[in-house]
């Protein structure tokens, strides 16, 4: 079963706007990640970010995690056409916190 | 440099066929896993291993089967039981609370 669900699945938008997404799950966590596929290639990861953490950044990603919610966000600040690609929330739980469920992912499209 | 492979990028099985898919890791990572990824979905997990010569199911194991006899790798085997194998599938290695890295993937078409 997927316990991750982004939203929205797809988003256009123009070069330099910024890009979010959010992820909802439904069981207590050990961290959640945020993956990037191009069509056709394998994932990439982007940040983990752990239970007791809020927020992270890395780049021009800003990550947040809200446990109460059981939610969290991607924001891409300054969006550029290499941004273009499938981005994916994935949950990690148990004691290692390294066994991933995967959402069915966020779709975007950085118009030049 | 360390990293992920899998092949073949492209397999075509037919009816009744078993397929080996390969994943081999020189990241010295614990975990590895294997994904199926259908058309504009998401990832489901087929088995996964945290440690050699052990692995476990994952939610749709069925119709698959692995080993993991050196840390290095973690081949899967397509069996013919699987009666809709055509997807796209990834290997991932991990360390305990780190970020996957994942292969680039082997795309299986039943013909």
């Known amino acids: 079963s997927q316990q991750g669900e982004e939203d929205p699945q797809a988003l256009s938008i123009q070069e330099g ?20 596929q191009n069509s056709g290639r394998g994932l990439v990861h982007l940040i983990l970010i752990r239970s007791n953490e809020r927020e992270k950044h890395s780049g021009r990603l800003r990550v947040t995690l809200d446990t109460s919610k059981k939610s969290s966000s991607l924001l891409i600040t300054a969006s550029r056409a290499a941004d273009t690609a499938s981005y994916f929330c994935a949950t990690g739980y148990g004691a290692a ?13 950085v118009k030049p | 440099d360390g990293g992920i492979t899998q092949s073949p990028k492209y397999l ?13 890791q020189n990241l010295n990572h614990d975990a590895m896993y294997w994904y199926r990824q259908d058309p504009g979905q998401g990832l489901r997990l087929i088995y996964y291993s945290q440690i050699v010569n052990d692995f476990q199911k994952g939610d749709i194991a069925e119709g698959y089967s692995v080993s993991r006899e050196k ?27 780190g970020g996957y890295t994942f292969g680039s993937g082997t795309r299986l078409t039943v013909v």
Do not use: D, H
Request: aromatic share 10%.
């Open chain 2, 71 to 97: 840390k290095e790798s973690f081949p899967l085997t397509v069996t013919s039981a699987q009666k809709n194998p055509t997807a796209f599938y990834l290997c991932a290695s991990s360390i305990s609370q």
């Open chain 1, 97 to 109: 916190g390294n066994k991933l469920t995967f959402g069915g992912g966020t779709r975007v499209l």
């Open chain 1, 17 to 36: 706007e910024n890009a979010t997404m959010n992820c909802s799950y439904k069981t207590s966590i050990n961290n959640l990640q945020w993956y990037r």
């Open chain 2, 12 to 24: 075509f099985r037919k009816e009744g066929q078993n397929v080996t898919l390969s994943c081999e």
